[in-house]
């Protein structure tokens, strides 16, 4: 079966809902396909102890404050899920799940739609938001012996919490902050190395989401008016110092480790030759945009990279990407942060249907 639609958004997690948002105020045609089977967005696969770095009032979606989470300062994963839910019903947004998207192609004829093939039929668009994140494509460093180590490898996504590695020797590789939260969630029952490409460096202890937010649109704007960059997030840290991290740090919990040269069989080898037995290996080393849906279109520039201006595909003009970093918009990541850059996408959208 083939629907017409102004816009399909691909994603229902917290960038698709965004758009949504802006979409439903223009008076648009659209639906949400996703993938997930429930509401959430990638939100409902994380560990259970993950925190969000602001409160619930700097952590928003346009047009609907997040509740407080009684007892939390900093609202977690549950909670997140829970508010996301509430936005779609709130708003009545057409969201069709579970639904996987294929891919993305020109229509042909008059070149004025996209065509999007999924599970469940085919979509005509005159317009398509690509909101997919980066939670399912996990990035793993190609660090000589990984393949011949014996005991358990997983990435972020796959760890839920520290029941699972009680008593265990545990190497937590990563030092953002979700390595920092995964390490300050073993260090307590586990035999733990916290390892890092360089020195934690933690924000001060004050800092949160919230000047996050703050620091990296001023960094925009200062780039898009030509002054000197100042180096936005990155010049201030890498952790931020959740009540979870602050704590595990200040008990003498959290040091961290240089990087290891190589895996064996049974642990991890320094330059130097020391070496450490491990019986796990967590992986915290990112990840990467999912944009595998949009090969067809061949739009990728170096490295993978689809060149935009704004959230605009530069090579196709009714492609918007939205959520996947700062060069979709700044902070556009993040729940806060993602509002704006989705309420320019739809208003080009617009302008152009």
Known sequence: M?????VVVIGGGQAGLAAGYHLRRLGLDFVI????AEAGGAWQHAWGSLHLFSPAAYSSLPGRPMPVQVGETYPD?????????????????????????????RAGGDGKCLRVETDSGTWLARAVISATGTWWRPFLPAVPGRSG???RQLHTVEYRGPRDFAGRRVIVVGGGNSGAQIAA???????LTWVTQRPPRFLPDD????????VATARRRALDEGRTDSGGVASLGDIVAVPPVREARDAGLLKASPMFTHLTAHGVVWADGTSAEADAVIWCTGFRPTLSHLAPLQIRGRRGHIPTIGTRAVAEP?????????????????????????RDAAREIAELL
């Open 207 to 214: 800092i949160d989401g919230r000047a996050l937010f703050d």
């Open 149 to 151: 180590f014996h005991g």
């Open 318 to 342: 009714r492609l918007h990407l939205l959520g996947y970093g700062d060069w979709t918009g700044p902070a556009s990541a993040t729940l806060i942060g993602v509002g704006r850059p989705a």
């Open 77 to 105: 994963a549950r909670h997140v899920v829970a508010y996301l839910a509430d936005y779609e019903r709130r708003y009545d947004l057409p969201v069709r799940r579970p639904v996987r998207v294929k891919g993305v192609h």
């Open 185 to 191: 969630d073993l260090a307590y029952d586990t035999e």
């Open 33 to 36: 396909l996703d993938a997930q």
């Open 2 to 6: 083939t629907h017409h639609v102004d």
